[in-house]
């Protein structure tokens, strides 16, 4: 069954650092997502990315978050300058539209010390 | 109006009980409520999913009980069992014909089941 991949599965950095967090969607899927949870709190919206542009982003999703797809597969969340509050669990999601339901990735921990 | 509530934080049943988790929303343009289990170390799975045209879906031990004008759905877990036992988010969502909508997800129920 196909499945949405995240790496790295923890990334640990120090505040102030760029952050790259890889997924790779579902290959025919066309809307992108990436979600957070901060430990034991709820999930998250962060934004969504349809056509090369995004779609919707959420008051979180301020200028230090950009996301890009640099190939056919591949789709990244870059924090800029992390920050000790940025340390959560970010869940990337893909979808095919129309009826279809959003999949989930197993997650990113990242860790900002 | 956009936040879906949730409770209980955490409960625990006996095998073979019912689990019964609870939420209410605010925003009646959303047209889709789907739950999700999330097991530890792994992200949501989409569990069962309703639209407000329907008061009742159920699937297996798996049943959402949908009441619109009280702008309340909940989750009953029918014969419980130990493998149960993980973390259950109701969500909503302004979905129409289309899944691309963004989905907001309530605060969670860490659900433990006893032997």
């Known amino acids: 069954e196909p499945e949405v991949t995240q790496t790295p599965s923890h990334q640990v950095t120090q505040m102030g650092q760029e952050v790259i967090l890889r997924c790779v969607p579902i290959s025919n899927h066309l809307y992108f997502y990436w979600y957070r949870q901060i430990l034991g709190q709820k999930v998250e919206f962060l934004v969504s990315f349809y056509n090369n542009e995004i779609s919707e982003k959420s008051e979180i999703f301020d200028d230090q978050f950009s996301v890009e797809r640099p190939d056919g597969s591949n789709f990244t969340l870059k924090i800029r300058s992390t920050k000790l509050e940025d340390s959560a669990m970010y869940f990337c999601?893909?979808?095919?539209?129309?009826?279809?339901?959003?999949?989930f990735g197993p997650g990113t921990r990242l860790t900002v010390l | 109006q956009q936040q879906v509530k949730q409770s209980p934080q955490s409960l625990i049943v006996q095998k073979g009980g019912i689990s019964i988790i609870n939420c209410a929303y605010e925003n009646t343009a959303f047209d889709y409520f789907p739950w999700y289990q999330q097991f530890p170390g792994k992200g949501p799975a989409l569990l069962i999913a309703?639209?407000?045209?329907?008061s009742e879906k159920k699937e297996g031990r798996f049943t959402i009980s949908f009441n619109k004008s009280a702008k309340q759905f909940s989750l009953h877990i029918m014969d419980s069992q130990p493998g149960d036992s993980a973390t259950y988010f109701c969500a909503a969502s302004l979905r129409g014909y289309s899944s691309a909508s963004k989905i907001i997800f309530g605060s969670g129920t860490r659900l433990s089941i006893r032997p």
């Open positions: 309703i639209r407000p045209d329907v």
């Open positions: 999601a893909s979808t095919s539209g129309g009826a279809d339901t959003q999949y």
